[in-house]
């Protein structure tokens, strides 16, 4: 192993520390925030307005992020999102139960908005580290590396939901904060192992390129958001409240089953590549292939809803279509951050990717509000209904893509799913 190959293999692994520690504190303050809440009597759309500015900051942090971070350096953006979710896990542990609740929600939603910052700048670094590290003629080590983070990621952050649900119930809500925050601290200490200039370009980028995006961009970006906002309009308040409030599961059943869920999506996610070239006869996914599974996973919410309108037993209908629903879900996201590749060109991929993932947010975003008031009006059954509406509407704006141009340089690899 040559000195160049060798430094490459230490800032990979330096990236992924920072980038898990990160992931684990990420999944369990949001199941910390989710359950406490819920217990001390919030309403669902009480605690999807926590959550408001998380997304909202995210989508302005995902905007901006590569731009920021092709001005300052990625090491800068990387810990600089460690940083400020320290300063939230901090100041979420000062929350007082005495004040008046529209000034909790308020101080609770402005940590939350650190916390989102955080949460993007972190993501936007860390991936655009692991292209750094590997040559671009690499292609095959590029799609190993690039596999392993991002299905160790999603894998951790069901590991975080589950700490998040452990650390309530053993320590309470404060220290919880406080033990996650010198968790994190301490990984701030390995910055000072990385190079100062990772991702910094000469050229200074105009901040009205972020704008300029292809049609078939505009397109996977607009189903993504539809895409995204079907699993967040019953996953993120709709179903832990249910699981916790009408089925009465604890919080270690409910923040263990979420976590399993979540673990087992990610390891989908790692394998969706290899699978699908199955499907598709060791072919790259074309525009048939992703409007293929887009259908299909229509039908899942659906069939959940109408299992829990009948007399099966609810707990085994959520299980088993949670299931199918995060199988062909990972499929799906996989398909589109291979396709999201294989319609740019390499010059545009930081702006493109930046772009496209600010959909992504503004979809988590309407999922999430949507969660909490479509819970409180309709329950579960009617946030699964509107998460099929929306995988619809996802399909139809995918009927509208064109095939991708052969591009031999461009890995074929699994999404991230965030």
Known sequence: MTATQAANVKN??????????????????RMLVLLYFNEIGYTPLEIAFLFLFYEIFGIVTNFLGGWIGS?????VTLYAGIALQVVALLMLSFLNRDWAQWFAVLYVMVSQAFSGIAKDLTKMSSKSAIRLVVPQEAQ??????????????????????????????????????????AGLALILLTGFFLPSGMGKIKSKVKFTQLFSKSREINILSLARFFLFGSRDVWFVV??????????????????????????????????????????????????????????????????IA???????????????????????????????????????????????????????????????????????????VGCLWVSSLFVLAAWLIELRLPDPKPMPAVAWKGGDGD
């Open 12 to 29: 990979y692994a330096l990236v992924t520390l920072a980038y898990w520690g990160f992931t684990l504190t990420d999944g369990a303050l």
């Open 71 to 75: 001005q300052l350096g990625l090491k």
């Open 140 to 181: 095959s080590s590029l799609f190993k590396w690039v596999a392993v983070l991002t299905g160790s990621k999603n894998a951790l952050k069901g590991v975080g939901f589950f700490l998040g649900a452990a650390l309530l119930s053993l320590f309470g809500f404060e220290r919880s904060l406080w033990i996650m925050a």
């Open 238 to 303: 709709g179903l832990p409240v249910f699981l916790r409030s009408v089925l009465g599961w604890s919080f270690f059943q409910a923040g263990g089953f979420l976590a399993c869920w979540v673990i087992g999506y990610g390891m989908i996610q790692f394998l969706a590549p290899s699978l699908l070239r199955r499907f598709n006869g060791n072919q790259p996914p074309r525009a048939a292939t992703i409007q293929f599974w887009t259908l299909v996973l229509t039908v899942v919410p659906a069939a």
């Open 306 to 380: 109408l299992g829990l309108t009948t007399n099966l037993p609810p707990d085994a209908v959520i299980v088993v279509g949670l299931m199918l629903f995060g199988i062909i879900f990972a499929f799906n996201s996989a398909v589109h951050s291979y396709l999201v590749l294989a319609f740019t060109d390499d010059d545009k991929v930081a702006l493109n990717v930046g772009f496209y993932y600010m959909a992504n947010s503004a979809g988590r975003l309407a999922g999430t509000v949507l969660s909490g008031l479509i819970y409180q009006l309709f329950g579960l």
